[in-house]
């Protein structure tokens, strides 16, 4: 596995993209974070968020703290302006559904570097604040690289808020930061196995829950995780 680096040309372009992004977003809306204390700093660990929107993914990724890495559609590079944003950041394609031999080896390198990684569990933009059930990605992520997960509750960030933010409303966007979850190593095998990564998959979406409105635990409905 070769170690991971960031390429200097991608440095360079962060270094103005996540402020010049986090000043738009303070400029359209009112942003508010909390439970910066739950991240492990200066550990590796993957950031899991609900996706509703094309503005989670910025959101967390100018107001994060530390400066993660991303996993993204790779479909979402083929629209011109998000496409040109997601390579300027260097965010990784990922292509839905489809087990990645070489996507997994570069995210375990990531995390083995000691660099936070951010996704979606869903997979794609749900396009309401009812989550969706996650794909079992997240799953085979926990299996191999064993380090905790970080659940994020996004609130506010509806695909109208464009246009809600061009009447001049300032809409609320809220990042809530969950405690890292744990998993202990897996030891199924086969179906089990299998089984045992969407449970995963499924349990960390419970937590993210946990951190919503009720009108944003959509499957979930039930299931949710308060924060203890």
Same mark, same amino acid.
């Given at each position: 596995m070769k170690p991971y680096h960031v390429p200097f040309h991608i440095q360079i372009n962060r270094s103005f993209l996540r402020p010049a992004i986090r000043t738009l977003f303070h400029i359209l809306g009112r942003v508010k974070v909390s439970g &910066?204390?739950?991240? +492990?700093?200066?550990?590796?660990? *993957?950031?899991?968020m609900n996706h509703i929107s094309i503005f989670d993914? +910025? #959101?967390v990724i100018t107001f994060w703290p530390e400066q993660p890495e991303v996993i993204g559609a790779a479909d979402v590079f083929e629209k011109k302006g998000q496409g040109a944003l997601l390579s300027m950041y260097g965010v990784i394609p990922v292509h839905r559904g !489809?087990? !990645? &031999? /070489? #996507?997994?080896?570069? =995210? #375990?390198? /990531?995390?083995?570097?000691?660099?936070?990684l951010a996704i979606a569990p869903e997979g794609g933009r749900s396009h309401e604040p009812a989550m969706r &059930?996650?794909?079992?990605? /997240?799953?085979?992520? =926990?299996?191999?690289?064993? *380090?905790? =997960?970080?659940p994020v509750g996004l609130v506010g960030t509806t695909d109208d808020f464009w246009q809600r933010a061009k009447r001049g409303e300032k809409p609320n966007l809220e990042m809530r930061i969950g405690?890292? /979850?744990?998993? +202990?190593a897996m030891i199924q095998k086969g179906a089990q196995r299998r089984k045992a990564r969407q449970h995963n998959a499924d349990l960390v979406m419970r937590y993210i829950a946990g951190l919503l409105p009720e009108d944003y635990h959509g499957v979930?409905?039930?299931?949710?995780?308060s924060p203890a």
């Open positions: &910066r204390e739950n991240i +492990p700093f200066g550990k590796p660990y *993957v950031i899991a993914p +910025p #959101l !489809d087990y !990645d &031999r /070489i #996507l997994l080896e570069k =995210v #375990l390198a /990531i995390l083995k570097a000691g660099r936070p &059930r996650a794909m079992p990605g /997240i799953g085979y992520i =926990v299996e191999h690289a064993q *380090v905790p =997960v970080v405690k890292p /979850i744990h998993f +202990p979930y409905a039930g299931q949710a995780i």
